[in-house]
């Protein structure tokens, strides 16, 4: 199995989940070189891992000095592009990044030329959707157990650049990767415009894909809440319906489901799936069915 250099920049708090993440492989990874403009941090961090690689407070001298295979940078938005222009010019071979890609249309166009025209792979850090409670409304998708696919929902309290970019992948990722045909939206709100992952306060959508799917999101405090008011955070969900029930998940790691194999009965994970609420939409779905071939089911749109 081949083994690849990694070089980071960026000791963060996000920064420190990446770097353990290389750390947890080293069967393929090799890390060689870490860069933060705080010093002090960055020796601190090396530190606490036990390691001793490269230190550096100028991302261009590490680059040009390791020639990494992979370049890592966990680092705020506004410095994305340069930070793969970079990688570009030095060769590297893959990327790994943080969300959101990129603050316009226009970089992320410019990065996306830039991976393409120099053979980089590059990764989005959308990684909650490995998450348990995600991973099982994937399978349940997968497994055909609401069958056929017909509408999706995101619902974020947090905002569009802060979780609602993690939940527009998730959707891609649920509907098997159909690309969008057209989008139709609204943004409301513009002081999270000047915070650190520029965003409009909220951001409302509604898009078809070229399978015939659905969705609809909701990002930011007018969305949906789906937990108490302290829990903004973790405040999430995605629900995907089928032609014979839903399945939804969060990042809290609870999920829940009502399909045709779970003859009625709503499923969850952590929390199982909100308890009284969960028995009310299992009492509202015994009190109204429609039919579909030789199976009655319950009407997805009752549950609320």
């Known amino acids: 199995m081949k083994k690849y250099t990694v070089a980071q920049v960026g000791c963060g708090v996000r920064g420190k989940f990446h770097l353990d993440g290389w750390l947890c492989n080293p069967e393929r990874f090799d890390f060689i070189a870490l860069c933060d403009l705080d010093e002090t941090k960055m020796k601190e961090v090396a530190a606490a891992q036990g390691i001793s690689p490269a230190l550096y407070t100028d991302a261009e001298k590490m680059l040009s000095d390791t020639s990494p295979d992979v370049f890592c940078f966990s680092t705020l938005p506004d410095v994305r592009l340069s930070l793969v222009e970079l990688g570009a010019r030095d060769s590297v071979k893959g990327m790994a990044f943080e969300k959101p890609m990129a603050l316009s249309i226009a970089e992320a166009q410019r990065i996306t030329r830039l991976c393409r025209d120099h053979g980089i792979k590059a990764v989005v850090s959308h990684q909650q959707k490995y998450l348990t409670s995600l991973q099982k409304v994937k399978e349940l998708i997968d497994a055909g157990d609401i069958c056929k696919v017909l509408q999706i929902t995101a619902d974020c309290q947090a905002w569009l650049a802060e979780l609602g970019t993690h939940y527009m992948d998730y959707i891609l990722w649920a509907n098997g990767g159909s690309r969008a045909m057209w989008v139709v939206g609204h943004v409301h709100g513009k002081e999270w415009l000047a915070g650190s992952h520029p965003s409009p306060n909220n951001t409302m959508g509604h898009m078809a894909f070229e399978n015939g799917v659905r969705a609809n999101v909701a990002f930011g405090k007018l969305a949906r809440p789906h937990m108490i008011p302290d829990k903004l955070s973790v405040d999430n969900r995605l629900t995907v ?64």
């Open 241 to 304: 319906y089928g032609t014979h029930g839903y399945v939804w998940g969060d990042t809290d790691g609870r999920w829940g489901a009502f399909t045709r194999r779970s003859g009625g009965e709503v499923i969850g994970g952590k929390g199982t799936a909100g308890g009284s609420r969960q028995k009310l939409a299992c009492s509202l779905f015994s009190q109204r069915t429609w039919q579909t071939g030789s199976t009655t089911m319950g009407d997805p749109t009752l549950a609320t």
